[in-house]
């Protein structure tokens, strides 16, 4: 599909959360960060929604980080994705899908002509030193609003870097 995938490392940014604080996901260096891309509109970032905000839960305290980055939506777009369920993370604004576009393998969906739209739904999981070490996009067959496969992700890199130390 192109770059960038699993092995690169993670295209650096900086965007504004729902507070107003700025976010540059290469001061998170030293944690896991789970990247999800979302939209208010998407029935797949709807159902996963209260998914993001568990995992965050659930990783509180292990040196993860959950972002999620809403691409490309108006103001009301964006306030109806946060009231429709509490966020305890950073959701992000990419107002102009400058930051999705940077994550969107070149040859990914290619009949999808908006390349911002290529990504909603999509899931990164991104290691301490800024390497990509899982990617999805959404699945409409298997889809895994769960985010099992992401908490497997996070787990392995949890895991190795508690044995690097010991």
Known sequence: MGSPHPGDAAPDFELTD????????????GSVVVLAFVTSWCPFSQAEQPHLA???DQYRGQNVKVLAVDIK????????????????IP??????????????????QPAIKDRAAVL?????????GGRIRFFTMADTAN??????F???????LLRSASGSRG
Do not use: C, H
């Open 18 to 29: 729902q507070r107003g604080a700025k976010v540059k996901l290469s001061d998170l260096r």
């Open 54 to 56: 568990s995992l965050a």
């Open 73 to 88: 939506e108006a103001d009301e777009g964006y306030a109806r994705y946060l009231a429709r369920v509490p966020m305890p």
């Open 91 to 108: 959701v992000l604004r990419d107002r102009t899908g400058e930051v999705v576009a940077s994550y969107t393998p070149d040859r990914a």
């Open 120 to 128: 909603v739904t999509s899931n990164l999981v991104i290691d301490a």
């Open 143 to 148: 889809f895994d609003a769960d985010l099992v």
């Open 150 to 156: 992401v908490r497997r992700a996070v787990d392995d």
